[in-house]
């Protein structure tokens, strides 16, 4: 629109239409001419806030009635809703009673406040800058005096929070040693045991298609940092048909007569790997979707993921419980930056 | 009319008001302050009260919030469960999780505190959200509210920090492994990632720390940044006063409404108690977060279908979407590029430009003026757009997040449908924008339609030579103006790239960027009517009433 606001003289239309300015005619409401019907939503407001004063009953009814405790769920329910249900009626009571107050017997057209530039006067402005001046003659540090001052106070200012940051963010990590995230409880020797009662696994209770979920033995004894340890170490111990089974190079003796264990940690942001689909050997991370194939060294077909699960070398012992013969040979779970090194 | 007498009578009550009264201003000139707050004019319309749903359901945060601290504890050494609830027994889990269960079977009412607590907390979030975005639509964050944008801003922020930090203490296997992801994607910054993750949970993953941590996060530094910073939000709505959309007498120099007291003090106060009334509605009738049913947090166990709350839904979704392709090594380093992007990089892209909005559209109007009267968002179609196709990418992000369950609901193959997201969270946006912003246009001229053509009445009239016309009713003045009173925005000049020297000015590249910018967004527009463009009209409609005849009317003023 054009900002010139002239009336133009001489009959010719204006350039811009002009503002009809607040609407004058205020169509009255029943309440505002007929004395009953003003009456009328009195008794209705002051019917909410009754209504208000009944919940109040209620869900203090309902909290002294309340029968929580004992293995009663049914009571526990009851009770929550019964005491939000008087809750609600407490609180709605009061809202719609106001809110009807207002929308039937106050003042409902419009009225006009005006609006003042939010910008300081001129006046002020100088003002402002006057004091400032003032106030730093008073302090001795015009522009270009007192440079030694002004660069002290800026750069004690400046470093003084790191005497607080520095040993407040220095505690946080404890003994911030990273590589901890390289190895897990796994070595030469540690039987697989089951997750999450510890007993221990046979070769021979493993059956072709079916799937472990696996912790190492004496994880379960762990006096500190069991979670931890357990957060690296779960493993899913998965059988196949030795003839499914495309054992990876370099890797032909990790695996034990189509058993395979594989850390259960998602290599995309660390879910655990927890559906597996026996006609596929497909794993599923059901966070993100990455899915994995066993039965080709766990390795990414879809999803987020890059790299394929870390293989946990296995073998048989004497009583034929299921070892680990080493630990994982890279870390487990999401990478990081320093991951390799 | 009913006269309503409010002259004080003598009467002893009036008299210690009176003296109380007298008693604080003395003391705090409190009666100066009344005198500007008791009869201040707010605007009416049901948008605003967006914003006051957040206000509202934050206090109800602080209310439940209160009484949850009184029987969570927040630690994580484990303990064995000997509660009530038979499912559970003889688990070991942490005290957080214990007293959670705790308190939602034993305690009375703890369960309704908890459900009250969560259902307001996702009524936060979206309130906030959905408030941003009528701010965003009708261009409430230009000058003089920039600054006020970016505190909203900051509080959208912080309430999604207060939501994660809350959801996240109970320590159950659902909200833990949100946990271990955050863990994943913490690891995954270049550089510091590995010490970030382990300075954050104070060793490795899980640690014993971090539930402590975000408690105190949750219950005291969150909301007290948030409280503060609300303050400083509403301090600056008073300040401003409120917006305004169109309409007779409303300028950009007055304000139109009702006033505070009594008004506002009955609606808003009132509709204070609606919003702790639903919320408790809520929380009687739907459950949420049942964490006993999950179970206590272990790094091994999760299930199907499990979706973060709301609001992270679409940093899931993101992660998601992104193919596994682009992590790389360097050097020896890892750059896993494929976690970075869509849970750190684009976030922060995503917020960063809705943080700087009301700058970025700046440079295009390089207008300087105060605005206090709201556009409606079809006559600012390409903001308009371009907030749909925002809104578009979030929405394909939250769909991409919960795409076990779309796809089981549906029955699709999972791989397909994030395949085809991959594809729309591109598509999607760019058509968007495109629609929206033909949409805007479209009924920005059927308001030039109607201003100058009139309402249709559906009486049709037959003239003698047989041709039947439906008379149209003239827009009444109120009607037309709204219609009609709105800035049509041009493209900026570009001022010439050589000054009369000849020589290269300061600046041109930028101005050059500003001038495409403001292309881009004003390049198209619909010009409102003119009282010539209308006369005219009216001049036409005479002339068809008396000759009968009919003709299509000119409607130069509309650009392509």
């Not at chain 2, 000139?29 to 914003?51: E, V, Y």
Request: hydrophobic share 45%; proline share 6%; aromatic share 10%.
């Amino acid at each position: 629109m054009s900002t010139d606001n002239v009336n133009h003289q001489g009959g010719a239309v204006d350039e811009e239409f002009t503002d009809p300015g607040v609407p004058a005619d205020h169509r009255p409401r029943r309440a505002d001419v007929d004395p009953k019907a003003a009456n009328r939503a009195e008794r209705q407001v002051a019917a909410m806030f009754g209504l208000s004063v009944l919940g109040t009953v209620i869900a203090i009814a309902a909290y002294v009635m309340s029968d929580v405790g004992g293995d009663n769920i049914a009571g526990v329910q009851n009770s929550t809703m019964l005491m939000g249900l008087g809750l609600f009626l407490a609180m709605i009571g009061i809202g719609t009673g106001a809110i009807h107050w207002a929308k039937t017997l106050m003042r409902d057209h419009d009225m006009v406040e005006e609006r003042h530039e939010l910008r300081s006067s001129d006046e002020a402005r100088a003002g402002a800058v006057d004091n400032l001046k003032e106030g730093a003659k008073d302090s001795g540090i015009g522009v270009g005096r007192r440079g030694l001052l002004k660069g002290s106070l800026v750069t004690a200012l400046a470093i003084a929070p790191l005497s607080v940051l520095v040993p407040a963010i220095g505690n946080l990590g404890g003994d911030w040693n990273v590589s901890k995230f390289r190895h897990t409880m796994w070595k030469q020797g540690v039987r697989l045991a089951k997750d999450p009662d510890g007993s221990l696994i046979k070769a021979s209770d493993v059956t072709i298609g079916s799937v472990f979920h696996v912790i190492p033995d004496g994880l379960t004894e762990l006096e500190h940092h069991q979670l931890e340890e357990k957060a690296k170490a779960v493993v899913l111990l998965i059988r196949m048909s030795p003839d499914d089974l495309n054992v990876q190079p370099g890797r032909e003796d990790w695996s034990f007569d189509g058993i395979v264990a594989y850390s259960k940690i998602c290599t995309h942001v660390g879910c655990p790997v927890a559906l597996y689909e026996q006609q596929t050997h497909h794993l599923l991370c059901p966070c993100h979707q990455s899915t994995f194939d066993v039965a080709n060294g766990a390795k990414v077909v879809f999803g987020p993921a890059k790299r394929a699960l870390p293989q946990l070398p296995i073998a048989v012992d004497d009583e034929g419980y299921i070892i680990a013969k080493d630990d994982f040979n890279e870390p487990i779970g999401p990478s990081y930056w320093e991951r390799l090194k | 009319m009913t006269e309503v007498k409010t002259a004080p009578t003598d009467s002893r009550l009036n008299r210690a008001a009176g003296s109380t009264a007298s008693y604080v201003d003395e003391r705090t000139s409190i009666g100066a302050f009344t005198k500007f707050i008791a009869r201040k004019i707010f605007p009416d319309h049901w948008s605003f009260m967006l914003g006051e749903i957040a206000l509202y359901s934050f206090v109800v945060l602080l209310l439940s919030g209160v009484i949850l601290t009184a029987f969570f504890v927040p630690s994580m050494d484990i303990v064995e469960y000997e509660g009530e609830f038979a499912q559970l027994k003889g688990l070991e889990m942490s005290r957080a999780f214990e007293s959670t269960v705790h308190m939602s079977f034993e305690v009375p009412g703890g369960l309704l505190m908890r459900q009250i607590h969560h259902w307001a907390a996702l009524i936060f979030t979206a309130s906030i959200v959905t408030h941003m975005a009528r701010i965003f639509f009708t261009g409430a964050f230009r000058k003089p509210r920039e600054l006020n944008w970016l505190v909203g801003f900051t509080l959208m922020i912080l309430s999604l920090a207060a939501g994660f930090t809350g959801y996240s203490l109970p320590d159950d296997v659902l909200s833990g492994n949100g946990l271990r992801i955050i863990d994943g994607v913490i690891k995954s910054i270049p550089l510091a990632g590995s010490y970030i993750s382990y300075g954050l949970f104070g060793g490795e993953f899980p640690g014993e720390a971090l539930i402590p941590r975000m408690f105190t996060a949750h219950i005291l530094l969150i909301p007290a940044l948030i409280l503060g910073l609300i303050a400083l939000h509403l301090f600056l709505v008073f300040l401003h006063k409120h917006t305004q959309y169109p309409g007779g007498g409303r300028t950009d120099k007055n304000v139109v409404g009702l006033p505070l007291f009594p008004v506002y003090m009955a609606k808003a106060g009132g509709f204070f108690f609606v919003v702790f009334g639903v919320i408790a509605l809520l929380a009687a009738v739907f459950q949420i977060n049942p964490v006993w049913n999950y179970g206590p947090y272990d790094p091994s166990p999760v299930s199907a279908g499990t979706q973060p709350d709301w609001y992270m839904l679409f940093i899931d979704g993101a992660l998601r979407i992104m193919p596994g392709n682009f992590e790389y090594v360097i050097g020896g380093f890892t750059l896993s590029l494929n976690v970075l992007i869509p849970a750190v990089v684009l976030p922060g892209l995503f917020f960063g430009v809705l943080a700087l909005y009301p700058w970025i559209e700046a440079w295009a109007t390089g207008d300087r003026g105060e605005k206090h009267v709201l556009d409606r968002p079809r006559n600012a179609p390409t903001r308009t757009a371009l907030g749909v196709a925002l809104i578009t990418f979030y929405v394909v992000l939250v769909l991409e997040g919960s795409n076990d369950i779309v796809a089981s609901l549906f029955s699709l193959s999972i791989n397909d449908l994030t395949l085809m997201f991959r594809i729309t969270v591109i598509v999607l946006p760019i058509l968007a924008f495109i629609i929206a912003k033909r949409l805007a246009m479209g009924l920005q001229r059927k308001d030039r339609e109607l201003v100058l053509h009139g309402h249709e009445t559906g009486r049709i009239v037959r003239f003698d030579n047989g041709e039947y016309i439906e008379v149209h009713e003239p827009l009444t003045e109120q009607e037309r103006w709204v219609r009609v009173s709105y800035d049509a925005l041009k493209p900026r000049e570009l001022a010439p790239e050589l000054n009369d020297r000849g020589v290269r000015r300061k600046g041109y590249r930028w101005d050059r960027f500003k001038a495409a910018w403001s292309r881009f967004y004003f390049e198209d527009r619909v010009e409102p009517v003119t009282p010539a463009e209308l006369k005219a009209a009216e001049e036409h409609h005479a002339h068809e009433l008396e000759s009968g005849k009919k003709a299509a009317p000119e409607d130069p003023a509309i650009h392509p």
